[in-house]
């Protein structure tokens, strides 16, 4: 009994990220779930509560953005901070190249912001909080740094050049369509965030 509500719970989350990607969130709703998901929409309410709660959920427990874990835990600290951002960083670009359902998604969000796409993105800022909370905890050096500011500049610049990828191939010359040029996007990472204070 328990396999089979994990099954559905599953199918539920699957056929959030489904319509999502292929409509985004103006014909998102439980009926249209409940028919993509193929279970009666009572048992939508019974496991997750309400819509918004069902879309904190397949932000959280579908595979839709990499969490704190993937990005935070890779068995092995790096010697400094702007090391341990770096792999973060690189890590969440490389993430979201390999999650088109998500490409979309983020595109539809700046389409057409409400209250849906506001959990979504709360579960995005509170993986991102914790990442810097872990940096700042462990790496005592990374407080003389604005590190908030350089993140949300840095992970813009990921999101907008993995999104942009999808329709456009190159930036500035650089070829995203191809790893040479993700590669000297993320050597240009590395080069900004190791960049040592003057003076």
Known sequence: MARDKEETKARILAAVGKLLAASGFRQLG???IAR???VDKVLI?????SLPELLRAFGQEG???????ELIDNGVAAD?????????LLQLSQGLQKRPITQEILRWELLEGNELTEELAQIREQTAIA????????YPTSQNRDLPAISAVLIAGIVYLTLRSRIYPSFLGIDLTSPTGWQRIEAAIQSMVQAKDEG
Do not use: P
Request: glycine share 2%; aromatic share 20%; with cysteine.
């Open 30 to 32: 439980i009926n249209a």
């Open 45 to 49: 309410y019974r496991y997750f509560g």
């Open 131 to 138: 990442c810097l909370d872990y940096l700042m905890q462990n």
């Open 63 to 69: 595979d839709y953005w990499i969490n704190a874990e």
């Open 80 to 88: 400094s901070w702007d090391e341990e951002m770096v792999r973060m």
């Open 36 to 38: 993509e998901a193929q």
